[in-house]
């Protein structure tokens, strides 16, 4: 079933949602999420920057994981079928701009792919980084057609098959960015 077409007020309205409960979910767990640890960061210093890697830190829950945002009865009255939204219950980890929140031992690649939505939100804010989640899921039609998931994705792969081989993560964001795929 298509998503249900929303006004520019609606999909305003989304936005600013999406973007407040990220500000939150990163306030709510920012005082018990760490720093990097030296491996991860000598894993990952080949293709992200440090401005990055000591920008983020990560949290393994071990209870609780984020819930979905409190929003979703809203979209469900906009006409969205809960099945079509993204799950956060079943996912392995999710980052609010700076925090990783993980419900397992981050391996290097599940790291890897969040680190790289900690890139997108540093180079496009919170609100930029919100909007184009919407918007990118309202055109694609699902969460994994999500230009900003679909471009973590690329990159996470490509480190997994050469975990040593160096690249830049943020000039891949940044020409994304330019070229408009997000
Ligand atoms: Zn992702």
């Given at each position: 079933?298509?998503?249900?077409?929303?006004?520019?007020?609606?999909?305003?309205?989304?936005?600013?949602q999406v973007a407040a409960h990220a500000e939150n979910q990163r306030r709510a767990f920012a005082p018990s999420a760490v720093p990097l640890n030296l491996s991860q960061k000598e894993t990952m210093r080949h293709f992200f920057p440090a401005s990055t890697l000591d920008f983020a830190r990560v949290l393994v829950l071990t209870g609780d994981m984020a819930g979905n945002p409190p929003f979703y009865?809203?979209?469900?009255?906009?006409?969205?079928?809960?099945?079509?939204?993204?799950?956060?219950?079943?996912m392995t980890a999710i980052t609010f701009v700076d925090i990783v929140l993980s419900r397992e031992?981050?391996?290097?690649?599940?790291?890897?792919?969040?680190?790289?939505?900690?890139?997108?939100?540093?180079?496009?804010?919170?609100?930029?980084?919100?909007?184009?989640?919407?918007?990118?899921?309202?055109?694609?039609?699902?969460?994994?057609?999500?230009?900003?998931?679909?471009?973590?994705?690329e990159l996470d792969a490509r480190?997994?098959?050469?975990?040593?081989?160096?690249?830049?993560?943020?000039?891949?964001?940044?020409?994304?960015i330019e070229t408009g795929r997000y």
């Open positions: 079933m298509p998503l249900p077409e929303l006004s520019d007020s609606q999909i305003a309205w989304v936005i600013e009865g809203e979209l469900i009255k906009m006409g969205f079928q809960a099945s079509s939204l993204p799950n956060f219950a079943v031992p981050l391996t290097d690649r599940v790291l890897f792919h969040e680190l790289v939505h900690v890139v997108q939100y540093q180079k496009l804010g919170i609100f930029e980084f919100a909007a184009k989640y919407v918007q990118g899921f309202l055109s694609g039609g699902s969460y994994g057609a999500i230009p900003l998931e679909v471009s973590a994705r480190f997994n098959v050469a975990p040593t081989l160096p690249f830049s993560v943020a000039a891949e964001v940044q020409s994304w």
